[in-house]
């Protein structure tokens, strides 16, 4: 149940980041989005907006983590979707394209966040994946990219051709 609130709360906290930055004048065509990803078919989806990364999940996060550290934003929470980041070897997450020139504390509280809920569910539950259920996996977090793609574009207007394609 906490976990539950952690994520209510974080998710309270992205859309005020995400309103802070775009501050309601910037539109998303004027704005460029980075996808990082260890999905081949997000990456295969979105080419010009991904930066692939070849680590398993947690390492995705720990990713995140060092482009926060550098000044980027988080645009998508990090533990989207139903499924446990112990059970998925993929995911993706959406961060500002270019960095701030700081920190900003709240994409950190919810990206170290994040990395504690992963280390605290224990170690990954597959050894192997049979092909079909791995498929399910990458279409799962395909799925979330889509509908975080599609929400970011209704809410900030859609023409950057990186997130709109």
Known sequence: MAALCVFVAARFKLR????????GAMSLSSYYYTIVTNNPEVASRWPEATEWVDVGARG??????GLVHLGHRLLTHPLAGSVKPNE?????????????????????????????????????RYCTIPPRVDADYRLIDRTLMESAIESLRAQYGCGAREICT
């Open 16 to 23: 005020a980041i995400m309103s802070r930055m775009i501050g």
């Open 88 to 124: 998925s070897p993929y995911r993706s997450v959406i961060v500002s394209h270019n960095p701030d020139t700081t920190i900003d504390l709240d994409s950190l509280r919810i990206i170290e966040g994040a990395l504690a809920v992963v280390d605290r569910l224990g170690p990954l």
């Open 60 to 65: 995705v996060l720990v990713h995140v983590r």
